[in-house]
């Protein structure tokens, strides 16, 4: 069965659609990342003359940080790809369930940079690997089917 195709269809606005689905769902995506993290901050905050550049620093402040602070942290990473991917794939007209894949792989990588650069927990760096894949994948699972 062939779909009839419209000759009067432009398809570069799918592609500006997609562009601009991806563009608010990563907007969607570090918004509930930056919320999680301001409410860690509330469980943990830096002390006076914290500097967030030094990495010793950083380093020895994550390793005091409570189990509830890290969670929230944690939590954040894997609403926020999720909450992007959902948002994204709402937006695009089209691949709407790889939507939450490109969200998701953007904050893989962003979270590998991160966690290879400062200390975490073990059971926070094994959560992080495995959740926030499964969370691209659940956001991809709530995806409407594309528009013709």
């Given at each position: ?10 398809p570069r606005?799918s592609?500006?659609r997609?562009?601009?689905?991806l ?7 570090v ?15 830096v002390?006076e003359g ?18 509830s602070?890290?969670?929230v942290?944690?939590l ?9 991917g ?8 089209r691949?709407?369930?790889q ?9 893989m ?6 966690l290879?650069s ?8 094994v ?5 926030v ?11 409407p089917p594309?528009?013709?």
């Open positions: 069965m062939t779909v009839p195709v419209n000759p009067n269809r432009n606005p592609l500006a997609s562009f601009f689905a563009l608010a769902g990563l907007i969607v995506a918004t509930v990342v930056s919320i999680c993290d301001l409410a860690a901050g509330t469980l943990h905050p002390p914290f500097d967030l550049l030094d990495a010793e620093q950083v380093g020895a402040h994550l390793s005091s940080a409570p189990a602070a890290m969670l942290v944690l954040g990473w894997l609403l926020g790809p999720f909450a992007g959902v948002v994204a794939s709402r937006v695009a007209a691949r709407r369930r939507c939450p894949w490109v969200i998701a792989s953007v904050f990588a962003f979270i590998i940079v991160n290879g400062i200390p975490h927990p073990a059971w926070m760096v959560a992080a690997l495995l959740g894949p499964a969370s691209g994948w659940f956001a991809g699972r709530l995806a594309d528009e013709v």
